[in-house]
């Protein structure tokens, strides 16, 4: 009888075990009303915009300023928001706008906090320094703003063809092994976890879930971040998928010459990273210089 006890109680376990998980771990059941949005190309289209493209994120600076205040100042000449570079980074133009005010805020500010903790300390400075500094160093952030903003775009638009060079090598050997155009381009895309190729995946999901052809979508892409040879690639799959065309050899020709640019981009990035060190080397060896000479000079008089 102490083996049938010894079931009863590994049952009695067993089920009370399962009770327990069953209500850490609650199965997901689809929810009716969601799958028959889903199934109305309408409703699944607005869907995919709100949810799929909504790349830009909201900066914590925004909430120093209004939205409408934001919105005013990006449509003036101020500023001038570089659009495709902002969809490339994934920043919103009222972050971008933000991010500038307050850098220019900061420079404003920052000299006269100084020149009153100088005066705190005994220290008595001019008027007119602190203003202009305050002058120049707010137009020198507000500036340094928009340059980081674009150099950032420069360095992530590089390595955004770096990967569509690859990626378009992909393509090619899918259609190489008899792979539909739209499949190609799915299935190229997924094998890959990179931030450019999640942006396809994006492009490519909106177009799947709102029955549209995917270069349709990999053009707009290509469009709104600035980057030609994607477009180039859309071109191609266009003419691969609605007129059978051969584009194998096309594809590969392609990735060639995009990779070739892009080693032409890469030196040209190095050699001017090597001229920019001019500058701040010459100035080092100028101070050692004075460094070494000053206490000889004063020793001769």
Known sequence: MSW????AGGAVAGGGLTVVFGGLFPSQRPDPVAVLD????AKRAATVQRAVTSISTRHPLQRLFSQRFLDS??????VRPPHADLALLGVSV???????LASGLIGLVAPPLLA??????????????PAAASLGAGLLLFVSADQDVRRRATAARREFQTILQRYMELVALERAANVGAVQALEEAAALGQ???LQRINHALLKASLASQPPWDQLQALATEIGVPALRELADMMRASGEEGAAIYQRLLARSDALRTEIQANERGAAEEGSERMIVPMSLLAVLFVAVVIYPMATRIH
């Not at 009222?94 to 500038?100: K, L, S």
């Not at 009153?116 to 320094?129: D, H, N, T, Y």
């Open 116 to 129: 009153a903790l100088a005066l705190v300390l005994g220290i008595s400075v001019p008027f007119a320094l």
């Open 94 to 100: 009222e972050g971008y706008v933000a991010v500038r």
């Open 38 to 41: 889903r199934l109305d190309p």
């Open 73 to 78: 100042i990006a449509s003036t000449t101020l």
């Open 4 to 7: 049938q006890w010894a079931i």
């Open 194 to 196: 990179s931030w450019a």
